[in-house]
Nanobody, 123 residues
Framework: AQLVESGGGLVQAGGSLRLSCAAS????????MGWFRQAPGKEREFVAA????????YYADSVKGRFTISRSNANNTVYLLMNSLKPEDTAVYYC?????????????????WGQGTQVTVSS
């Protein structure tokens, strides 16, 4: 599968952005999906994950209550709605796909990765 992220940009603290990740190539399902991010000088970290059905989600503590992951299998797209953004959310955001039905926060469990989209939150 090929994954292409979009929706990043510059936003003020407290603002919102919605990232999209469009999948093409091999069938989008069954793939569980995840979002990860990498801030300058830091390692890539887990943000959120969703099962193939969309029935279960899991979030990093740092974004819980502010970010929402969702998906549309009909459109082969996964979304990340980010509210109440903080400067520390500034990073390149990546979507990733792993074969199977269940979600997983571990990066090494994912099979395909997008190129990333930059999110910058100004204070």
């Amino acid at each position: 599968a090929q994954l292409v992220e979009s929706g990043g940009g510059l936003v003020q603290a407290g603002g919102s952005l919605r990232l999209s990740c469009a999948a093409s190539g091999r069938t989008f399902s069954p793939y569980a999906m995840g979002w990860f991010r990498q801030a300058p000088g830091k390692e890539r970290e887990f943000v959120a994950a969703i099962t193939w059905s969309g029935g279960s989600t899991y979030y990093a503590d740092s974004v819980k209550g502010r970010f929402t992951i969702s998906r549309s299998n009909a459109n082969n797209t996964v979304y990340l709605l980010m509210n109440s953004l903080k400067p520390e959310d500034t990073a390149v955001y990546y979507c990733a796909a792993r074969r199977g039905f269940s979600l997983n926060p571990r990066q090494e469990s994912y099979d395909y990765w997008g190129q990333g989209t930059q999110v910058t939150v100004s204070s």
